[in-house]
């Protein structure tokens, strides 16, 4: 049974009587509803992965007065960059524009949060045991903010693309990977990966053991003989009905199968459509291994706290039928509040036009110009999977150039700081569509802007209690601090002899600045504490929460704003380092604190 501690019954034998007048009076505090949950759940039940948009949230950070669980906010994180690049981190509310649809709205939440800022937010720990000689107590890492996942498309990328996007990557490794930064390498076939880490030397080991790896077994595209096709062609008879490209087909089958005799044409035809349709499944087979992987990414990257983003590397590709599930991954990704980068393995734009050296197929005057435009069509698309993604989840799109150091360093480089901005948009419809958003700057300055591009409203009405967890979920893996409730966290840890140890988190709770409400003769409030616990890389280990319904009267209210309470959870851990975070939320105030705290444990 979970119930609040006064903190004075902590520190003084001497107050042992006053302690049993509180105690009696805690006989009308009820027990909590809920007991520490462990085995790796995440707190607030269910995934962090959700129906409903991570876009749309009550009770935004840094808010300075509480909102009720009624408003919706829509959250826009947004950098703003000088001419050379760097983040400009000293505007003020009044400088951003903010349009939904096209419409002006008015920004109610506004904050700013740098690097530096971030560092001062975090707590440390003390030990509870002696330190050896020599032996440091305070933490001397620098937990996590910063996740970057390289996501090589190994089913597109040809060994000269691959290999030259591989070195950029390792570069930036090298040049600008920041102690609390976590990188992996992840690829469309799931063969040589390493996850998040900060350990350079494993991340150059897995890039260079990087292949391409084309997903289907069969034959290429390329190496279909008779009728010859390449894929361009076999998109346009396939999905545009393109009569021009079946007739040149066709035409080919009737020259290279039966020695151009116009009587086996219906054979010809036959031929022409199998290629083709052969062509196009490989294509799609290919098409659905990154869709696919894409959103085990995303979900993957969705469980860890900060900021967050997918370095997509890819040539491109033409993604025909699959629009749908493209809308559906920008769509999770923009609940999951993340962003995707996407870089043009290409390089420098130049048409291929194939192998010249190779003699072509005899054809009628004009049908290999036909098939030209079909293929520069082709490659011109080829880029709009990349761009659509960047676009669509507020990253950057690096193409048509072949400087993938300077372009992966702007990609993947998190800003010097960055601003919060929220808004309350007006008769929202829970109907799941999707609403265009625009941020510019009032000043004057050549500044840059880089912000998501829009949200997808809500599929349907939230519950309440769906609405609160949402909440919870969204705070519990974000670094943002959040003061909506006065609590602060402690930790401590004691060391067994096997070399593993006991964390405590305590949450401090002040009393007298929670928000109570008067029912009869007694004084209640709600509070729900989520303690969560991540590992050096970011990973969540453990949790607990805990809701605590109190119920005091006049007296026992007093006395316990004088003395505050406390709520404790505890962990068993190993030697490493850690990262503690605490989500409380009011149900009173609809308001919500968040802090973390770092932890090292000695060998």
Known sequence: MNRIRSKASLKSSSLFLAWLFIA?????????????????????????????????????????????????????????RDPRGHAITNLRKEDFKLQQDGK????????????????????????NVAPRPGESVEPDFTPPSHFVAFFFDDAH??????????????????????????????????????????????????LMKLLPHPVTGGEAAASFGCPPMDFYEADAIQNQNDSQAFGIATQDALTCAFQGDPGFRKQAQEMATRTAEAI?????????????????????VSMLPGQRTIEMISPGFIYPTHEAELAEIMDRTIQSNIVINTLDAKGLYAPDMGDIS???????????????????????????????????????????????DTGLRKMAEAPEGYYLLGYAPQNLKTDGRYHSLKVALATKDKFTVEARHGFYAPRRNET????????????????????????????????????SGTLDAIVEIDVARLTFTKVGAFNQDDLT?????????????????????????????????????????????????????????????AAISAENGIVQIPQ
């Open 529 to 589: 504490v989520v303690t969560s616990l991540f590992d050096s890389d970011g990973n969540y280990i453990d949790g607990s929460e805990k809701d605590i319904v109190m119920k005091f009267r006049d007296d026992t209210l007093k006395q316990m704003s004088r003395t505050g309470a406390s709520s404790e959870a505890k962990f068993v851990v190993k030697s490493g380092s850690y990262t503690v975070r605490i989500v409380v939320r009011d149900a009173n105030a």
């Open 280 to 300: 196009m499944n490989q294509a799609d087979q290919q098409t659905e291994a990154v869709f696919r992987r894409l959103r085990q990414i995303v979900r993957r």
């Open 104 to 127: 002006q709205q008015q920004i109610v939440n506004f904050s700013v949060v740098t690097t530096a800022l971030v560092a001062s937010r975090t707590v440390g720990s003390h030990s």
């Open 358 to 404: 190779v003699a072509g197929t005899p054809r009628a005057p004009g049908s290999q110009g036909i098939l030209d435009s079909l293929r520069l069509l082709g490659q011109n698309l080829e880029n709009n999977v990349l761009v659509e993604l960047s676009d669509g989840t507020g990253g950057i799109a690096v193409r048509n150039s072949n400087d993938f």
């Open 24 to 80: 009696a009076a805690l006989l009308y505090v009820e027990p909590a509803l809920g007991q520490p949950q462990r085995g790796g759940r995440i707190p607030g039940g269910g995934t962090p992965s959700r129906q409903d948009p991570d876009a749309i949230y009550t009770g935004p950070p840094e808010s300075s007065s509480p909102l009720k669980a009624e408003v919706n906010i829509v959250p826009v994180r947004v950098v703003v």
């Open 157 to 206: 990328l040809d060994i000269q693309n691959l290999t030259r996007a591989r070195d950029a990557v390792s570069n930036y490794l090298d040049s600008s990977m920041q102690p609390s930064d976590r990188a992996a390498i992840l690829t469309t076939s799931g063969q040589s990966q390493a996850d998040f880490t900060d350990d350079r030397a494993k991340l150059h080991a897995t």
């Open 464 to 499: 309440a209690a769906e609405a609160v967890k949402r909440e919870i979920d969204s705070a519990v893996f974000s670094q943002d601090e959040q003061h909506g409730v006065a609590v602060t966290l402690d930790t401590q840890y004691s060391k067994a002899g096997d070399g």
